[in-house]
């Protein structure tokens, strides 16, 4: 049968035993979804095959606020898996990472490195306000 386990679980029965996907995260439903089957047992294979489409944003502010709404999801994942073993959050790796923005200065240069330097301008953005939001990780 298509879709089927190994034993014998189909794709649609072990989503729905997971309660699938979670639609009140702000972002990153997938990575979510992707834990708990995890979680529950199932073991996740790289699909080779797959195809994935992707629209990029074609504004600039557009990809800060993406970039934002992940990095806020994120911390929420964090704060949900890391008993489980996702990796922590380090304020120390939070400090590093606005500093990398000053030596991403020379992406500002070409249209495409400042998009580039949105999404990481974005991102950092995001974690502080989903630390705040999920007070996460305490410091």
Do not use: C, N
């Not at 195809?51 to 606020?65: D, E, N, P």
């Not at 806020?72 to 500093?99: C, N, T």
């Amino acid at each position: 049968m298509e879709g089927e386990g190994t034993s014998g679980w189909t794709r649609q029965s072990a989503a729905l035993e997971i309660g699938g996907f979670d639609e009140t995260l702000p972002s990153l439903p997938d990575t979510d979804f992707y834990w708990r089957m995890q979680l529950a047992g199932y073991e996740l294979h790289f699909a080779p095959d797959a195809i994935v489409h992707y629209r990029l944003r074609s504004r600039i502010s557009g990809v800060i606020r993406q970039a934002r709404q992940y990095a806020v999801a994120d911390v929420a994942l964090h704060r949900k898996y890391e008993a489980q073993g996702m990796p922590p959050i380090r304020f120390s790796s939070a400090l590093r990472g606005w500093a990398e923005l000053g030596l991403r200065a020379p992406l500002l240069l070409t249209r495409a490195g400042r998009f580039r330097y949105a999404w990481i301008l974005g991102f950092r953005l995001g974690r502080i306000q989903g630390m705040m939001r999920y007070r996460f990780p305490a410091l």
